[in-house]
């Protein structure tokens, strides 16, 4: 079946200005995460979703950063007044098991 | 504290060569890793599990317990191996705690 797809797959914005980034898990899997990475560096994680529970927040790097899943599947990350330091590859990953996690394709963001 | 560490950003090898990339953690218990594998283009997969004791693309990684490493391995370097590698391990709340990454060039 489709894997995970993210969209956009690129995104330029201004300073200040907020964004969204969406993902498109498989279907079935339960647990959905983002990640960030950044050039020359390997993954943050950032936030963790199974199921119905509360979502793990914990790799959120400030308050501008929120994610929600709406029914389960898609999945939104949203960062308002962006920062220069933001840019990054914002990666989304779905699993049924804790052990494979699924990737899709990422999401390039530049801010001016 | 649970933690993966890859000691090597990037590592450089001739074609034919032997590769090790290093992994190393820490955690109390008895651990599951995993390496994964971002090919340039390319989506990160997984490359290769310790508890299947696996061979994938001539790539093995053995769990040593002693010195906890899980350093992957592969006798004869191909140019397509040319990659990004990343040593994970299952958390005690299943979660993926993840190595920094080495970039793996292998030179013509």
């Known amino acids: 079946g489709a894997g995970v797809s993210q969209s956009p797959s690129n995104k330029v914005t201004e300073k200040g200005k907020d964004v969204e980034l969406r993902c498109d898990p498989i279907?079935?899997?339960?647990?959905l995460y983002w990640y960030r990475q950044s050039l020359g560096q390997g993954l943050e994680f950032l936030i963790y979703f199974q199921g119905n529970s509360a979502p793990d927040k914990s790799g959120l790097p400030s308050d501008r950063f929120s994610a929600e899943r709406t029914g389960g599947s898609v999945s939104t990350l949203t960062i308002q007044r962006t920062q220069q330091e933001d840019s990054a590859v914002y990666l989304c990953a779905s699993s049924s098991r804790p052990d494979t996690q699924y990737f899709g394709p990422g999401t390039r963001l530049t801010v001016l | 504290a649970q933690r993966v560490t890859q000691p090597e950003k990037l590592l450089s090898v001739f074609k034919g060569a032997p590769v090790e990339l290093k992994c190393n953690y820490s955690y109390s218990g008895s651990p599951e890793l995993f390496w994964y594998v971002q090919y340039s283009r390319q989506r990160l997969q997984l490359l290769l599990r310790h508890i299947s004791r696996e061979s994938i693309k001539g790539f093995t990684a053995d769990l040593n317990k002693g010195e906890t490493s899980f350093h992957l391995k592969k006798p004869f370097a191909q140019e397509e191996d040319s990659a990004m590698y990343y040593c994970?391990?299952?958390?005690?709340?299943?979660?993926?705690?993840w190595g920094a990454g080495t970039k793996l060039i292998i030179k013509p």
């Open positions: 279907s079935g899997h339960t647990a």
């Open positions: 994970a391990l299952i958390s005690s709340n299943y979660q993926l705690i």
